[in-house]
């Protein structure tokens, strides 16, 4: 692999002093054990999972990947019949990477200048805990978003802050970045809930996915109160 960070000794340290079980197979590289000890509104959880984290190079700029390689997301999967596994937050088609949380919550539970430890503590210890609880009950043990651009919109459904235009274009960036850009952009031109969700279901946007639907038709009004370009926000 290339384009990757390089530890220093003080910062493997760092990381083996938490997480002794996770060892830097090479430049950039982690891959080991998580012991899980972790406890959500009163139900605690035990357990471990095998890990891959792969770091770039302009971390902490950008967050590392995580994978589970231990074979507990598809089981998961086979046990409950889940043939999409985004449904557990595993991307397929970028190597089974997890989506720890929406792009949104990122600069929130991942600061800038953050070490990895805080990255394992604040978004691969959540995940896996919440992984174990799905494997058990069958469900997330919290509210979740959807993965991709529908998390993005969900995200901007209930989101407190006040809107800014920085904040427009952060969002517009992210649905830019979606393999479904081009339906998000039309939708966010204009409206419609009469056409099919995005996630190609078949069922219309708004009943499907009625919290991304609300987001979508908020961003549409902010963009408009900003007098911003729709077609300008997704140019490539």
Request: positive net charge; glycine residues 6%.
């Amino acid at each position: 692999m290339s384009s990757l960070y390089n530890f220093s000794q003080k910062k493997i340290d760092e990381v083996q002093t938490k997480f002794s079980k996770l060892k830097l197979e090479q430049q950039g590289v982690w891959k080991g054990a998580i012991d899980i000890y972790a406890e959500y509104e009163g139900y605690q959880i035990n357990d471990a999972f095998e890990i891959l984290i792969i770091t770039p190079s302009i971390f902490p700029s950008q967050p590392p990947l995580m994978i589970e390689i231990g074979g507990r997301t598809q089981a998961i999967g086979k046990k409950y019949k889940i043939t999409d596994l985004r449904r557990l937050h595993c991307n397929p088609s970028q190597k089974n990477t997890a989506c720890l949380c929406v792009r949104q919550e990122e600069k929130e539970k991942f600061p800038p200048g953050s070490n990895l430890a805080v990255f394992i503590e604040n978004l691969v210890v959540p995940y896996l805990y919440g992984l174990s609880y799905f494997e058990k009950f069958g469900k997330w043990p919290w509210g979740e978003y959807s993965h991709g651009g529908l998390g993005v919109l969900e995200y901007h459904a209930e989101d407190p802050a006040e809107i800014t235009e920085q904040g427009i274009r952060e969002n517009t960036k992210l649905l830019r970045a979606d393999e479904n850009w081009k339906e998000y952009s039309k939708q966010l031109r204009k409206p419609s809930d009469e056409k099919f969700c995005i996630c190609g279901s078949r069922k219309p946007f708004r009943k499907c996915h009625k919290k991304a639907w609300q987001g979508l038709n908020r961003l549409h009004l902010d963009i408009h109160d900003f007098k911003l370009n729709v077609r300008q926000l997704f140019q490539k």
